[in-house]
């Protein structure tokens, strides 16, 4: 595809990455303006499929996250410090 071409397959999670989050914090910023300066008939349909782009983007990067745990995570202690990251969720 197009990315590929300036993609190294090392950093191309990296990437991804961070591509992901830079359209899901843009795809963000389309409410916040809408609310606040635009008020017009396609108001609700620009902020309905902004929120949409966002939910694509948070199902394009479990597969990353997934990805790069794997890869800097140790997978003897993989366990051991994914559990360390939940103990604020029970605490």
């Known amino acids: 595809s197009f990315l590929t071409k300036f993609v190294s ?53 479990m597969p990353v996250a997934g990805t790069l745990r794997s890869k800097y995570v140790p997978d003897a202690l993989q366990g051991a410090i994914l559990n360390i990251f939940r103990l604020p969720l029970n605490a």
């Open 9 to 61: 397959k090392t950093n191309s999670s990296e990437l991804s990455a961070s591509l992901i989050y830079a359209l899901a914090s843009a795809s963000m910023a389309v409410p916040a303006y809408c609310i606040s300066f635009a008020s017009n008939e396609n108001t609700f349909r620009n902020i309905l499929i902004s929120f949409a782009v966002v939910e694509m983007c948070v199902g394009l990067f």
